[in-house]
Structure formats: structure tokens, C-alpha cells
């Protein structure tokens, strides 16, 4: 994990948000910031379905409820998963394999 990535993490939850492809949010992305503290960052990817949001981690803990409310509620959203902070993998020696 790059320094810079971590220290995303340690500032934001990020979320994943997939989206029916009929729904008017593909067309109006930013309809998907349904509360104060939501930030959209973009797609994920290439898929053109799901959009990838933000909230500071330190207001997380007291708007968990009402974000992920407000997201699921949304006509159109299929899905809305917290998105885990990535591991480094352990790098197997030579004479493990």
C-alpha cells in the first residue's frame, strides 16, 4: 500500500455505490451525494455502474446510519458497501514455494 493511499484511509470511509445501469443516476453521478459529508470521487474503474463516494473518517462513527440510509434509499442504487482498508500481502521467500 502506497503512503498515499494509506493516508486516504486514515482520512475518509470510502463506499462503493452500484447503480441499476436504467437508473438517472448513470447519467447525474452527483445525485448520489445525498448528504453533507458525502464527497464523490469517480467511478470504479472501468465500471460504469458503480461510483466509489467519501466521508471523513472522523465524522463517520455519529452519520454511519444516516449515510448509508440516505444512499440505500436512493431509487436506482442496487447496492452500498463500506469499503475495507486494503492489506499488504506477505511476500513469500524463495524457499517457501
Excluded: C, Y
Excluded at 486516504?8 to 445525485?31: C, M, Q, R, W, Y
Excluded at 459529508?37 to 455519529?62: F, K, M, N, Y
Excluded at 440510509?69 to 500481502?89: E, F, H, I, M
Amino acid at each position: 500500500m502506497t503512503t498515499t493511499l494509506a493516508q486516504e484511509h486514515a482520512d475518509k470511509i470510502f463506499i462503493a455505490v452500484t447503480i441499476s445501469p436504467t437508473s438517472a443516476l448513470n447519467s447525474d453521478p452527483d445525485g448520489l451525494v445525498v448528504h453533507p459529508l458525502i464527497t464523490r470521487l469517480g467511478r470504479v474503474g472501468e465500471l460504469q455502474d458503480v461510483q466509489l463516494l467519501g466521508v471523513p473518517r472522523d465524522s463517520w462513527a455519529h452519520s454511519q446510519d444516516d449515510v448509508m440510509r440516505s444512499l440505500s434509499q436512493l431509487q436506482g442504487v442496487l447496492r452500498v458497501d463500506v469499503q475495507d482498508v486494503p492489506r499488504l500481502r506477505t511476500k513469500r521467500g524463495g524457499d517457501e514455494l
